[in-house]
T-cell receptor, first 112, second 112 residues
Framework: DGGITQSPKYLFRKEGQNVTLSCEQNLNHDAMYWYRQDPGQGLRLIYYSQIVNDFQKGDIAEGYSVSREKKESFPLTVTSAQKNPTAFYLC???????????FGQGTRLTVV | GENVEQHPSTLSVQEGDSAVIKCTYSDSASNYFPWYKQELGKRPQLIIDIRSNVGEKKDQRIAVTLNKTAKHFSLHITETQPEDSAVYFCAASIEGNTPLVFGKGTRLSVIA
């Protein structure tokens, strides 16, 4: 299970709170991604980064923010502006953009 | 942007039979097509991929075919076993450039 690590595995958030999901990789990959998984919806891209200090919005970026200060780390913040944040969040990395991605084990976020 | 359609959404086969999952993509510039397998509660894992310079690739019981003209690609699993039961995702990208865009997944059930 080494290579790309997400924490925590389960996260509970009260309405109106911001929460940050951690993603760390030791694969020396340049590109990192955040996907959201909902039942029957597949994997939808939230944000991606192909190089340190640069990132781009994906298809469903509203209510989320990211940073890429280090090559190894790509944390995702789910803000209070995200109206339906309950989902399974998957972080991934690849050698460079568009190559086969390796996924972390995911964080299941639940709003209570 | 790229759009990937995947069919069927669910598939049940008898153990030992073959299973075929089909995907279509919209962007003719896409040139990298991976397939992922996700077991219940686990991360998606890359099982096979194909690039646009080949039409078919095999790995033991798994094969992928690509028709660039029609913009569709398929996953073929032969001699299915109960451990093949999972959700399978296809994806497409421009290698070295754009992030992976995923289909909505196919839930495969292999009945013993």
């Amino acid at each position: 299970d080494g290579g790309i690590t997400q924490s925590p595995k389960y996260l509970f958030r009260k309405e109106g709170q911001n929460v940050t999901l951690s993603c760390e990789q030791n694969l020396n990959h340049d590109a990192m991604y955040w996907y959201r998984q909902d039942p029957g919806q597949g994997l939808r891209l939230i944000y991606y980064s192909q190089i340190v200090n640069d990132f781009q919005k994906g298809d469903i970026a509203e209510g989320y923010s990211v940073s890429r200060e280090k090559k190894e780390s790509f944390p995702l913040t789910v803000t209070s502006a995200q109206k339906n944040p309950t989902a399974f969040y998957l972080c991934a990395s690849s050698i460079s953009g568009g190559w086969g991605a390796f996924f972390g084990q995911g964080t299941r976020l639940t709003v209570v | 942007g790229e759009n990937v359609e995947q069919h069927p959404s669910t598939l049940s086969v008898q153990e030992g039979d073959s299973a075929v999952i089909k995907c279509t993509y919209s962007d003719s510039a896409s040139n990298y097509f991976p397939w992922y397998k996700q077991e219940l509660g686990k991360r998606p894992q890359l099982i096979i991929d194909i690039r646009s310079n080949v039409g078919e690739k095999k790995d033991q019981r798994i094969a992928v075919t690509l028709n660039k003209t029609a913009k569709h690609f398929s996953l073929h699993i032969t001699e299915t076993q109960p451990e093949d039961s999972a959700v399978y995702f296809c994806a497409a990208s421009i290698e070295g450039n754009t992030p992976l865009v995923f289909g909505k997944g196919t839930r495969l059930s292999v009945i013993a």
